[in-house]
Every structure is written in structure tokens, then in C-alpha cells.
């Protein structure tokens, strides 16, 4: 589990650099702005961002939204401000969590778990022995990947973004044309939902006769 720990105070950094690692995380640290960027750049691979407010070259809170919520990385702000207004705009414009200093390091590990487990669920929507991976674009039966062509990955990515309810045939068609630019009909349609049917080998998607397919979530 990797996270970026953006802290000016080499005192700070290297006290939670060893306290992670005993908890199996691997922390990946820098100190300013240029250097959180340039790190950027790289597409790293991060699970969780955390993030100081005043830094020597410039501002937490923009460098948050410009480049790092782009990201879609979690961000947790850990900071001295402990101003109502600070706090209040840190959890508006998107941040998962803000916390003050001094701090404890056993609620600052409490939260972080909490912060990965609910992104987690976000990002990874399990139906029976399925699970779908809705930022990798990952399916998997059990452990396994099962391989989707990309249109078949499209349409079952787009039952998972709507799991409880139904996608109309019309709704798959108007679909089909944006990602491909073809005009299929229904009857392309019902071969193309055969076949991922196949592949996952389950029964997870409904067919709704003559209106369309839907995922149900297991209660």
C-alpha cells in the first residue's frame, strides 16, 4: 500500500516513515509543491495521498485541486491550521479527511483505514464472484481476470454503473454508436451479452424482455 506524504518538517515525515512501515505501508515522501508535481508526473502508483496545508512554494488546497483530486487519489489534509473555516473548505472542495496537529498516530492510522476501505468499495463493485474494477477496468471471476474484449468490458462496465437498475436496448444502441461509430440491432446486442454471459460463466445479468439488462446487488 503505497502513500504520498506531502510534509515540509523532515522531523514529521521521518517519525510517520517508520511508524508506516511497520504497519506495512510504504510512504513515499516530498516537501514542496515542484517536487509533489514533478513526482506526479511519473503516474505513480499512490493509494493515498496525505497532505500538509502551508508548504514552502506554495498552497495544500491548490495543489490539491489542481493536481492531485484530477487524480482521483484519495487525500487526507494533515495540518497545524486547525481553523473552522480551513477544515470546513478542506472537506468541500473534495479531501476525504483533515486532521489538525499534533496528532495521534493510532487515530491518524484509524482513519487512513477507514479512508481505503470506503475507497475501495467505491472503486471495486462485487456481484456473487465477481468483481469489477471500475478505475482499472479490471474484471475478475474469483482471482482470475477474465478477458473481455474492449466494446464487451464498455457494456458491462456500463450495468455495474448502474447495478439495481435496468439499461434500455435503446440506451446499449446509442452507446454502441458513440464508442464505435457502428449501427448495430438488437439482435447484435443479444449476441454481445451471450458472449460475455459465457465468459463470466454466471448469472449475474438479467435480461429484461424487450426493455433491456440488469445487474442486481445481493443483499
Known amino acids: 500500500m503505497n502513500i504520498l506524504l506531502i510534509e515540509d518538517n523532515p522531523t514529521i515525515a521521518k517519525g510517520l516513515k517508520y511508524s508506516f512501515d511497520r504497519n506495512n505501508y510504504k510512504i513515499i515522501s516530498t516537501e514542496t509543491v515542484k517536487e509533489t508535481k514533478e513526482y506526479l508526473l511519473t503516474k505513480p502508483q ?11 512554494d506554495g498552497n495544500g488546497f491548490e495543489l490539491f485541486q489542481n493536481e492531485i483530486k484530477p487524480l482521483n487519489l484519495p487525500t487526507i489534509f494533515l495540518t497545524a491550521n486547525d481553523e473552522e473555516d480551513d477544515i470546513v473548505k478542506g472537506l468541500n472542495i473534495g479531501a476525504e479527511d483533515y486532521i489538525t496537529k499534533p496528532f495521534s498516530l493510532k ?28 478505475d482499472k477496468m479490471i474484471v475478475k471471476k474469483d482471482n482470475d481476470i477474465v478477458e473481455l474484449t474492449s466494446l464487451e ?33 438488437d439482435h447484435t446486442i443479444t449476441v454481445y451479452f451471450k458472449r460475455i454471459r459465457e465468459k463470466l460463466e454466471t448469472d449475474i445479468i438479467t435480461t429484461i424482455k424487450g426493455i433491456g439488462y440488469r445487474i442486481d446487488d445481493e443483499k
Open 46 to 56: 499512490i493509494n493515498l495521498v496525505i497532505l500538509d496545508i502551508t508548504l514552502p
Open 153 to 185: 468490458l464498455k457494456l458491462l462496465h456500463l450495468l455495474f454503473l448502474n447495478v439495481g437498475k435496468v439499461v434500455t436496448r435503446n440506451t446499449i444502441l446509442d452507446k454502441i454508436w458513440e464508442w464505435t461509430g457502428n449501427d448495430v440491432d
Open 107 to 134: 487515530e491518524l492510522l484509524a482513519r487512513i483505514n477507514k479512508v481505503l476501505l470506503r475507497y475501495e468499495k467505491k472503486s471495486i463493485i462485487k456481484i456473487k464472484n465477481i468483481s469489477f474494477d471500475m
